[in-house]
């Protein structure tokens, strides 16, 4: 335990306790210097007289006196705050001025005739103009900025989201997808792809060489190829099969909560114009993590290749999941229509009619659809005699008349666009496939347990040969290579170089060379020929294991 004496503290002019290594020990103080005792001190006791405000020190022998303790130094202060008597004077010297004070109830100026000079008036001004939580308080209302919280709101609700088309102009004059920005990215990409490999064989002293940015499969030997899908609307090869061509329509509904467009995953690559609260939605999905949701008078206009739903007399199907959580209040709802044919369900049934030919078509009874659940619904022509399957039961009940679908505008998910009559959804829909020229289901079946998916397959591609002037002994390989999955270099991708026409190939070890975006990236190897069997008809062939999903838009072969 610590032993602690008292001290006198000049600052608060106190008594404290303060530990016993003190020199000083106070004693209580006296009338004047002829009341200082003689007797019973101790060395360094401490003694103040009352008269003159002195402080005496016994030194075994008598006292001295220190003087006045208000005239003690700064520096022999025990305990004292860091700082400075300078310090301590400045401070003082700018102290606020009771005369510069606020007087209630008047404009007397702050920081008066400064130029952040401000009155009372200021401040209460905006006081009163601060924005009061769930109102539009204070927000320039009625100005020539005028802004309310609704606007606000609604700016924030249309930032982009990442991964998704939303906001991006979505229906205006400027519409704009993320889709196209990508195909932009890769022009973008191909371009600098083609200036490096001329800066490339400049710099390595290479012979000759090609690039070959796939506008078509001219340098490609498709017939020694396997498994390999060139995608035209890409520019690119990918181990992907692409959608077959029947499908004109195929929507998973894909993307973020909120978003305001979506992507047709079939060759016909349609595109989307949502009006009127249409959006995809994350509440409930059949397959995936959101699908489409149609409320009250929304709809989804599909825009593109019209001549896809003008089906004639010939085969079709129409399929998709429906979940309803209620009727619109014209009696039915609306789920697909063109000028042509509508699909809608209303009280007295499912059903497909041809606009255009006295309302030929097929119904179903009402209640093959129940709210709340998830139903698949197929519309099937086959030979002319249409068909209506739910759950992938066949519920049709009547047929009416011969359906020709002949003509046709853009399609419409929901309601028509400005017309109360055609009912809207009032619900979810996923998974919508559009088939021309087939009838994917004739008898009783099983509805589809995931997303009709195209097929990744492990593909080998080969190049055409191309002439060398004489025997090469080294080839460079680029590729502008695009990872769906995570692709694993020299294991999931393989590069190889033939120099007498693909009867000998070395492989090369690939590596990166440069990041563009998307996971869109430049590999290169360089492969030693040397010891292949002399010849001047040069190749290279790509191999792809273990099923990678990948995309290759652009290759170089230079030689040397």
């Given at each position: 335990?610590g ?19 003190t ?50 130094k700064?520096?022999?202060?025990e ?96 519409h ?81 909560d ?25 509440e ?40 309803h ?11 697909l229509?063109?000028?042509?044919f ?32 998830w ?28 359906v ?62 191309f ?33 007498d ?60």
């Open positions: 335990m032993i602690y004496k008292q001290k006198y503290n000049a600052v608060s002019g106190q008594l404290n306790l303060v530990p016993s290594s020199i000083v020990t106070f004693k209580a103080a006296v009338a004047n210097e002829a009341a200082l005792p003689l007797i019973g001190n101790i060395l360094y006791d401490g003694r103040i007289t009352n008269d003159n405000g002195h402080l005496w020190i016994w030194d075994d022998v008598s006292w001295l006196d220190q003087g006045d303790i208000i005239d003690l700064w520096a022999a202060i305990d004292k705050p860091i700082s400075s008597v300078a310090n301590i004077d400045d401070a003082v010297s700018k102290k606020h001025s009771n005369s510069l004070d606020h007087a209630q109830g008047t404009d007397q100026k702050l920081d008066d005739g400064g130029v952040n000079e401000v009155t009372v008036a200021d401040v209460k001004d905006a006081v009163d103009k601060k924005h009061t939580q769930g109102t539009d308080q204070g927000l320039d209302t009625g100005g020539a900025n005028a802004v309310v919280v609704a606007d606000i709101k609604d700016a924030v609700t249309k930032k982009h989201v990442q991964n998704s088309d939303t906001i991006l102009n979505s229906g205006g004059a400027n704009v997808t993320a889709s196209e920005l990508v195909k932009n990215i890769l022009n973008v990409s191909l371009l600098a792809f083609s200036l490096a490999i001329e800066t490339s064989r400049n710099f390595l002293n290479l012979v000759d060489g090609i690039v070959d940015n796939y506008e078509d499969e001219s340098g490609i030997d498709v017939v020694s190829c396997i498994n390999q899908t060139y995608v035209p609307t890409s520019d690119c090869y990918s181990t992907e099969s692409l959608i077959d061509s029947e499908t004109k329509a195929l929507c998973h509904f894909d993307g973020t909120e978003d305001v467009d979506t992507v047709d995953s079939s060759q016909s690559n349609h595109t989307f114009t949502f009006h009127d609260n249409a959006k995809i939605d994350s409930k999905q059949k397959f995936g993590a959101t699908s489409l949701k149609l409320g009250a008078s929304s709809n989804v206009q599909i825009l593109g290749t019209l001549s896809d739903w003008q089906f004639d007399t010939d085969d079709f199907t129409i399929e998709f999941f429906i979940n959580w209620g009727l619109w209040g014209y009696g039915y709802n609306s789920y229509l063109t000028n042509n509508q699909i809608s369900r209303a009280n007295a049934g499912l059903s497909f009619y041809d606009l255009l030919h006295g309302n030929a078509g097929c119904t179903a009874p009402s209640d093959v659809l129940t709210l709340n659940t139903h698949h619904v197929a519309f099937c022509m086959l030979s002319g005699v249409l068909s209506v399957y739910v759950d992938g039961i066949d519920v049709t009940a009547s047929r009416t008349g011969t020709d679908i002949s003509s046709s505008t853009s399609m419409q998910l929901g309601q028509f666009t400005g017309d109360q009559n055609y009912g809207s959804v009032n619900g979810w829909m996923d998974e919508l496939r559009i088939s021309k020229g087939v009838c994917r289901y004739t008898t009783n079946f099983t509805p589809p347990t995931s997303q009709f998916q195209a097929e990744v397959k492990n593909m080998t591609l080969i190049s055409e040969a002439d060398a002037d004489i025997a090469p002994d080294l080839a460079r390989i680029t590729i502008l290579e695009e990872d769906l999955d995570a692709v694993t270099l020299n294991t999931d991708l393989l590069a190889y170089a033939s120099r026409d693909g009867t000998t190939w070395t492989q090369g070890t690939l590596s990166k060379e440069n990041d563009f975006d998307l996971n869109i990236q430049t590999l290169v190897t360089s492969v030693d020929v040397s010891g292949q069997p002399s010849g001047t008809k040069i190749r290279y062939k790509y191999e792809t294991d273990n099923t990678k999903n990948l995309k290759i838009h652009a290759s170089s072969l230079l030689w040397d």
